[in-house]
């Protein structure tokens, strides 16, 4: 079992930047590759970001490409998404998760995506 708990969300506006972290407990090895998703209200659950067991593949939905970076802290056993330049495109309920999924493209498909976090919530105003 993982346990991840995501944080880091608030109100801001465009153009601002906010980093959203994901903290994971219970088995806590690398083994676990991780992503990020939004869902906005009305629309469905979508792809953000993920990144590698290791660190060293990151992908990007191609809305984010350039303004949103993702991180890992295996130490910490924590996840980052930087977010730059927020559009109220933006605007969302970010969701945390892990997969034993390590590559692409598979590592965009929730349906691969065995632990989630409660989600926190970015807004940005224009």
């Known amino acids: 079992q993982v346990h991840l708990v995501d944080s880091g969300g608030g109100l801001v506006q465009a153009g601002d930047s906010l980093r959203l972290s994901c903290a994971a407990s219970g088995r806590t090895d690398s083994s676990n590759a991780m992503g990020w998703f939004r869902q906005a209200p009305g629309k469905e659950r979508e792809f953000v970001a993920a990144?590698?067991?290791?660190?060293?593949?990151?992908y990007y939905a191609n809305s984010v490409k350039g303004r949103f970076t993702i991180s890992r802290d295996n130490a910490e056993n924590t996840v980052y998404l930087q977010m730059n330049s927020l559009q109220p495109g933006d605007t969302a309920v970010y969701y945390c998760?892990?997969?034993?999924?390590?590559?692409?493209?598979?590592?965009?498909?929730?349906?691969?995506?065995?632990?989630w976090g409660r989600g926190t919530q970015v807004t940005v105003s224009s």
């Open positions: 998760a892990a997969t034993i999924v390590d590559s692409w493209p598979l590592i965009q498909l929730q349906r691969y995506y065995d632990y």
């Open positions: 990144i590698s067991r290791s660190g060293g593949g990151t």
